[in-house]
Structure formats: structure tokens, C-alpha cells
């Protein structure tokens, strides 16, 4: 089973690039933000097994990330990041789909699912972001890290590798082919993809996502405050919420294989 790549030029003259694996029902995975992310890096443990269970997996690189534009002197917007992925997804021809969001790709997926409720069969959402005020996001450490690193002109490899420690409970999962992979991007970023973030709070509206969602979350989280459970619990009519411990940001890396196994059954269900 081969990956296909395709690039679609959308409103802006952007260019979003597209990876493909697999046939069936569309799942499309959103990745998170930080210097060198894409959507291969961030779901190279998940995108093989879901497109062996039948799906049509979809990796997206967001604006600004992976080998997607990675325009300057922007502000980087909640609705930038959600208009640009739409106008890609529908180019190329997904008409209905399950969102698989990460981080910044959680709260992308939600407002996508905001905007739009007949183009979303499903959520799920790995410690999702969007959902607090940012300056709630700003003060958690491995973002403050995040900022104050990427933002030095002197970001290095050692400071790449010390950032994906901080997405992880168990830093065995920091691999020198994923620091040289996710450097190699994050050297060819803007700044302001970090620096000129303006994301707005979703909470307040969580309540009006009516499609089934599965939400995972580590208990060592260091970006996503671990308050934002509580708020689909009470606010959302069906959903269901996993927490792994001694597992930090990355819950479908680090427990890849019960990520795999229980989003799957989900989409099944």
C-alpha cells in the first residue's frame, strides 16, 4: 500500500499538501502545532493501521507546517488554518469525513465541526487545543518552551530534540530520525507560525457538537490543561473519554497501539 501525495492551491495562493494511504470511508488526521510538525511525523504510528482496517486515511500538512506554504508576516488564525484545510479536503473530493485532531488539530477539527456538522461523521480529539483562553495555553510549560525556543534565532537541533522530550512522558519516543525529520522542517518555518498564533476559545460552544466523539488525554500532559476533560463531559451530548498515565501529549504515539485499537472500534461502531 502505497502513499500518494497530491498539493491543492487554495483561496490565497497557498499550497496544502496532502498525503493519502488506503481506501474507504475518509478519516483525516490533523496534527498539532510546534516547529517541524506535518502530518506524516505526527501519525506515522496510526495512518498504516487505520487504512488497514478500511479506511481512506488523509494526512494534511496544515499551513505553515510540513511541505505546506509557509507564508511570513501573517497572522496565524484559527479560521486560516480551518479555511485552508476545508478548501483542500474538498479539492480533493472529501465530502464527509472522521476528523482525528491532535493539539491544534483538535481544535481545528472542532471548529470545523462547528462550521460545518454535516461534513463530520466523527471526532477524535487527543488532548484537543482551542478550548481555554490563550494566555491559559501560554503559561503551561512545554508551551512556554515552545515559544521561547522556536523563537530564538539560534534554534538548534538540541532544541528541537528537547521539545519533543516535552510532548512525551517516556523520552525513548525523541528519536534521532524524528528530531532530523521535524528540524528539517521547523529550520524552513516562520517564526510567526509560533509567535503570530491567535487561536479563540471554542468551550463556550462545545455543547453544540452533537456527532459522537472519543477524546483521549495523558496524564502527564504539559501543554493541554487536563481541566479541559471536564468540559466535554458536562458539555457534550455523546462522547466518551479516555486518560492513559505516565503518557504526555502524545497519546497515539506513546500508546500507539491502544490509540490504534480503540479510535478503530470507535469508527466501527
Known amino acids: 500500500m502505497e502513499m500518494r501525495t497530491t498539493t ?23 496534527h498539532g ?37 509557509k507564508p511570513d508576516g501573517i497572522d496565524y488564525t484559527l479560521a486560516l488554518f480551518t479555511d485552508t484545510l476545508k478548501a483542500a479536503l474538498v479539492a ?12 491544534l488539530g483538535g481544535g481545528i477539527a472542532i471548529q470545523i465541526a462547528l ?40 534554534f538548534s537541533a538540541a532544541d528541537q530534540k528537547r521539545l519533543i522530550e516535552n510532548l512525551v512522558y517516556d523520552p525513548v519516543h525523541a528519536t534521532d530520525a524524528l528530531v532530523a525529520e521535524r528540524y528539517a ?8 507560525v509560533i509567535g503570530r498564533m491567535r ?4 468551550q463556550p460552544r462545545l455543547d453544540e457538537l452533537a456527532m459522537p466523539i472519543l477524546v483521549f488525554w495523558g496524564s502527564e500532559e504539559r501543554f493541554m490543561p487536563l481541566t479541559g476533560i471536564d468540559y466535554f463531559l458536562k458539555q457534550c451530548a455523546d462522547v466518551r473519554v479516555m486518560i492513559f498515565n505516565k503518557v504526555g501529549h502524545w497519546v497515539q504515539v506513546e500508546r500507539a497501539d491502544e490509540f490504534n485499537r480503540h479510535a478503530i472500534a470507535f469508527l466501527h461502531g
Not at 8 to 30: C, K, Q, T
Not at 92 to 103: D, I, P, Q
Not at 129 to 152: D, H, K, Q
Open 8 to 30: 491543492h492551491r487554495v483561496s490565497g495562493g497557498y499550497d496544502i499538501v496532502i498525503n493519502e494511504l488506503g481506501e474507504g470511508p475518509a478519516v483525516v488526521f490533523v
Open 33 to 69: 502545532s510546534g516547529p517541524g510538525a506535518s502530518g506524516a511525523s505526527n501519525f506515522r504510528q496510526n495512518a498504516r493501521a487505520f487504512a488497514d482496517a478500511g479506511f481512506r486515511v488523509i494526512l494534511p500538512d496544515l499551513i505553515g507546517y510540513g511541505a505546506s506554504s
Open 92 to 103: 480533493h473530493g472529501v465530502e464527509r469525513a472522521t476528523l482525528v485532531g491532535n493539539s
Open 115 to 154: 462550521d460545518d456538522p454535516e461534513f463530520v461523521e466523527r471526532l477524535v480529539l487527543m488532548a484537543p487545543g482551542c478550548i481555554e483562553e490563550l494566555p491559559v495555553y501560554f503559561a503551561m510549560p512545554g508551551i512556554a518552551n515552545m515559544r521561547s525556543s522556536f523563537g530564538s534565532p539560534d
Open 185 to 192: 522542517v521547523a529550520i524552513t518555518q516562520s517564526k510567526d
Open 199 to 202: 487561536t479563540h476559545n471554542l
